[in-house]
């Protein structure tokens, strides 16, 4: 009989593992490489930075819009992470299943001038864009101080270009 390494036999228990669950239709899963390029609108995600895990942070300036007293400015991104996440720990009690995507979207509401935000609402997408799942916020939108080294901090100069003189 071969020997297995442990490193080895752990990763094949978890290939086992996860094919096993492929079958059974309770989580729903994103693919593994990136969506193709015609499901993306052309010329609309723009790269604005990496996430430090080596995610790739986009937005749509398409979908910028501010209000009309010009106080908040809602942007659209999309956070590709470069393994599968689930959604299964932000969950009410009552529900059994777990969303495993590997893309995001997400609509941030920024207050420009306090230097806040507030996520307006999530979307996990799975093949083709497909929403897996989606979270709203209910309005009104609390927004807090922009975290530090998140995406809030990345897209921040494309919702709140500094004024030019």
Request: charged share 20%; hydrophobic share 40%; proline share 10%.
């Amino acid at each position: 009989m071969k020997t297995i390494p442990v490193a080895r036999a752990t990763l094949l228990a978890a290939a086992v593992s996860m094919l096993a669950l492929a079958g059974c239709g309770s989580p729903k899963t994103d693919e593994a490489t990136p969506p193709a390029a015609e499901n993306i609108p052309a010329l609309q995600w723009v790269p604005v930075a990496q996430t430090s895990d080596g995610g790739a942070i986009q937005y749509d300036p398409a979908q910028t819009t501010t209000d009309a007293a010009g106080k908040y400015t809602d942007v659209v991104v999309r956070i590709r992470h470069p393994y599968l996440e689930g959604w299964a720990q932000d969950l009410p009690k009552e529900y059994s299943g777990e969303t495993v995507f590997q893309t995001e979207q997400a609509h941030l509401r920024f207050d420009c001038a306090a230097r806040t935000m507030g996520v307006v609402s999530r979307e996990a997408l799975g093949a083709g864009d497909a929403v897996l799942d989606k979270r709203v916020t209910p309005e009104p939108v609390a927004l807090t101080a922009i975290p530090a080294g998140g995406v809030g901090e990345a897209v921040l100069p494309k919702a709140c270009p500094p004024a030019t003189p």
